[in-house]
Each structure stands twice: as C-alpha cells, then as structure tokens.
C-alpha cells in the first residue's frame, strides 16, 4: 500500500532555531499533502493543505510565515518552523490522499515528528 | 458542537472480548474514515467506507448513513489492540479534508 515516509522521528532544538520536517510519498504521487498538528490527549488539527507547485493554504490562526510549507515536487512537501519557541513544541503529523488513476484508496499518514524546543 | 462524537472516550477491556466503538456525525458525508494511532504516535488508516461494513481481519467496520453513525468492532481483542482508535468524516462540502472526532483511547488488558 502507499507509504509516507517523515522525518525526523523526533527533534530537540534550541528557542530561536529552525526546524524542517519532511514527507515523502514513497510510492504514489502526492498532489496534495495535509499538516496536522497534535497536542497531548488532543485530536489531529489541521494547520495547512499543500498542493503541489503552488502556495499552500493555511487553516485559520495558523502563521504562515512561522510555518513554511513547501511543496516543489509530486513526492516531496516540508514543514519548516522558524524561529521556533517553547510553545511550538508539539507532535506534528503529515498526510496524503493516496489517489491512483483516479480513485481515492484513503489518507495515508506519516509516522510523526515529536518536536521540543528548549 | 463537533461535526465527529466519539463513544466511549476511554475504554478498558479484558484479553479476548469484543469491543464497540461508535462514532456519530453530524453533517452529510462522502466517506467516514476509522483510524488507529499507537502509542508513539503514528497513524494507520485502518478502514474508508461510504455505506454497508468491511472487515479486516478482526476488525469490523459499519456505517448506516441514515442514522449518521458509525461503528468500529474489535473481534477477541488482544493487548496489541491498545492504541486510540480516530474516526474521522469528508463532508459533502468539503470533500477534500478531514474532520476527526476525539479519539477513543482503548487498552486491552493480558
């Protein structure tokens, strides 16, 4: 079935740094690749939707100029968070539609990045 | 109100019995997605359905659209079961993203 390959697993950094997270689709073509956020003991939130070639759209509240989303190739979109701060620290997720020919399989999901920031 | 209830929020069972999650939404749908998030955080899309039941191995799924509700089955349960079982809906008027409920937390005793 299709696979979405994210890394890292987990990061620690320091307040101020960058942080890139990436997810690639590793047997399917992901036009479009979903965000989430995840706090403990909470649901997945939804910060942005990224479509390949194009600017991503951002979910309500979500900063995209903290945030950057890139997505330059059909299996390949990343996650940057700038500057990041101690509230940043948080479990985010990626997920694509796995749609082949024109059917939709479902989401396949990442494997989540764990990140904490000092 | 959320689009997505889930019952019950937690739940805690002995090796071998039968669990029922249920799943409630609110808005019209074109598909209703279980999902299973282990421990470390990963998710597993575990079943898609539109109408009737699947099932996978002992896991059974069914969704009555009339009702606007959802079931997920866990047959002779086993302690590698534990995980938060997510279900999620892409509605008609917008069938591009999801809409999760809170998770069931789920822990199967040896």
């Known amino acids: 079935g299709a696979v979405v390959s994210q890394h890292p697993s987990w990061v620690i950094c320091k307040s101020g740094t960058s942080v890139k997270i990436e997810c690639r689709s590793l047997d399917f073509q992901a036009t479009t690749m979903f965000w989430y956020r995840q706090f403990p003991k909470q649901s997945l939130m939804l910060m942005a939707t990224?479509?390949?070639?194009?600017?991503?759209?951002?979910e309500q509240g979500v900063e995209k100029d903290k945030f950057l989303i890139n997505h330059a190739s059909l299996t390949l979109s990343t996650l940057t968070v700038t500057s990041a701060h101690p509230e940043d620290s948080s479990f985010y997720i990626c997920?694509?539609?796995?749609?082949?020919?024109?059917?939709?399989?479902?989401?396949?999901f990442g494997s989540g990045t764990r990140l904490t920031v000092v | 109100k959320n689009e997505v209830e889930q019952s019950p929020q937690n739940l805690t069972a002995q090796e071998g019995e039968f669990i029922t999650i249920n799943c409630s939404y609110s808005v019209g749908i074109s598909a209703l997605h279980w999902l299973q998030q282990h421990p470390g955080g990963g998710i597993v899309s575990l079943f898609m359905l539109s109408s009737g039941k699947k099932k996978h191995g002992r896991l059974i799924a069914t969704i009555n659209i009339q009702e606007k509700h959802s079931s997920l089955h866990i047959t002779a349960s086993h302690p590698r079961d534990s995980a938060v079982y997510i279900c999620?809906?892409?509605?008609?008027?917008?069938?591009?993203?999801?809409?999760f409920g809170a998770g069931t937390t789920v822990t199967v005793r040896a």
């Open positions: 997920s694509a539609r796995d749609r082949r020919d024109g059917v939709l399989y479902g989401y396949t």
């Open positions: 990224s479509n390949e070639g194009s600017k991503a759209t951002y």
């Open positions: 999620a809906v892409r509605s008609f008027s917008n069938d591009y993203k999801l809409s």
